[in-house]
């Protein structure tokens, strides 16, 4: 056991702490007042909630740290994530519960939350074993791309279209940099993209939600409908505006008593950025970065094909999520339902988030163990590369 906390990587151990920190925080700052004003509960209600889920989330991380994650690269153990998470979100489209227009919860919980997860390991282990065995990046494509379709297909239907296409990029990102053929494959999803492109485009304006549409509009032109649908993200850009540099101070925002109907989800950033200012937002930001910058770099130094892709995964998914809800709340992109990592209200995302860090622990500690085995002569790393598998 002290072998164990002597391996841990403090370089992802203290962001993730301060990340949680600020985290429950700032869940009971901006949820105080609409807890009470819009859902008749106790102030702190998603406080202690979020609470419980950190409890959970820390749970799951210690288990994913003491466990080998060679584990999840059994074939068995890797059909039945791939049945478990296409069972789960049949049956959440059936007898899900709807929350804010989208039929995502089930259990209490969010399937298409524990699927980003399940993607990163399905897909890390198709690549693994490609590298491994040497076969063609063609062979078992079929497979994996039904499955990741059938993925993107039950969490659009939920409706929750900025999940789906949070998957989409973070199994691209692992493609990408899993020694494929780039160039073949550009040309390849270019000539598709051109033959099916002009009907995708009226298929997904025909299916796209009149909410789905509202925001497209609103990230289009912001101010077309200041008390209508643009009425959030308006509120947004004033919170944002009005924290400065060092922010109103904890607990003084003005735009979470009525102004912003989920003060405490989506857009608990813009509430950081009022109460904390641009520095608070800078703490956030750069400890995220951190720990997607650490992932990274486990991607480059391990020697095992599935942790590096493991790794590259999941620091992906932080980063993209991250840049997804930024640019969400600051009108750079359109407003997709994406949380902020371990910051915004959400159990599953936190859980799924800690579980994510737990695997990175314990990549981490191999590749130590690994450092510490290297003689005169050692193998050299797996590269992630956007080419051909190289060890260079």
């Known amino acids: 056991m002290k072998k164990a906390w002597m391996s841990l990587d403090y370089s992802l151990v203290l962001p993730t702490i301060l990340l949680c920190t600020i985290g429950v925080i700032m869940v009971y700052s901006a949820s105080s007042v609409v807890a009470i004003t819009r859902y008749g509960y106790a102030s702190n209600h998603f406080f202690v909630s979020q609470l419980r889920a950190m409890g959970g989330g820390l749970f799951a991380l210690l288990i994913m740290f003491r466990m080998r994650y060679s584990v999840w690269k059994r074939r068995g153990v890797a ?3 791939q049945i478990s998470t296409l069972a789960l979100l049949v049956l959440v489209l059936w007898k899900g519960t709807v929350v804010n227009h989208a039929q995502s919860w089930i259990f209490g919980m969010q399937p298409a939350e524990f699927t980003k997860l399940a993607v990163i390991l399905v897909v890390a282990r198709f690549y693994a074993k490609k590298h491994e065995l040497s076969n063609s990046y063609i062979q078992g494509v079929g497979r994996i791309g ?27 990102t692992m493609t990408f940099c899993s020694g494929a053929r780039i160039n073949l494959l550009s040309k390849r999803v270019g000539l598709t993209a051109l033959v099916l492109g002009p009907a995708l485009y009226f298929v997904i304006q025909a299916k796209l939600s009149s909410v789905q549409k509202a925001r497209i509009q609103t990230f289009i ?27 109103l101070g904890l607990g003084n925002s003005i735009q979470k008593t009525g102004y912003l109907p989920e003060p405490h989800t989506d857009f608990i950033m813009a509430i950081v950025s009022e109460e ?40 992906s998914m932080l980063a993209i999520q991250s840049i997804v809800n930024i640019g969400g709340i600051t009108g750079m992109l359109p407003l ?57």
Do not use: W
């Not at 949380?339 to 500690?365: C, E, R, T």
């Open 79 to 81: 059909l039945c994530i």
């Open 146 to 172: 039904m499955y990741l379709f059938s993925v993107f297909i039950l969490i659009y239907k939920e409706p929750a279209l900025g999940t789906a296409l949070l998957i989409v990029g973070v199994a691209g």
């Open 221 to 247: 032109d912001p101010f077309h409908d200041p008390s209508g649908n643009s009425f959030q993200l308006i509120n947004s850009f004033i919170g944002i505006a009005s924290g400065g540099i060092r922010g």
């Open 276 to 315: 904390l200012g641009f520095l608070g937002i800078a703490v956030i930001l750069a400890a995220i970065l951190t720990i997607v910058l650490r992932a990274f770099q486990l991607a480059k130094k391990s020697q095992d094909p599935f942790a590096s892709m493991l790794t590259l995964g999941i620091g």
């Open 336 to 392: 997709t339902g994406v949380p902020f990592p371990f910051i915004s209200f959400g159990g599953s995302s936190l859980v799924v988030n800690l579980a994510s860090v737990g695997l990175l622990l314990n990549i981490s500690a191999r590749v130590k163990e690994q450092e510490k085995k290297q003689v005169s002569a050692p193998q050299k790393p797996y590269l992630v590369v956007g080419g051909l598998p190289t060890n260079k």
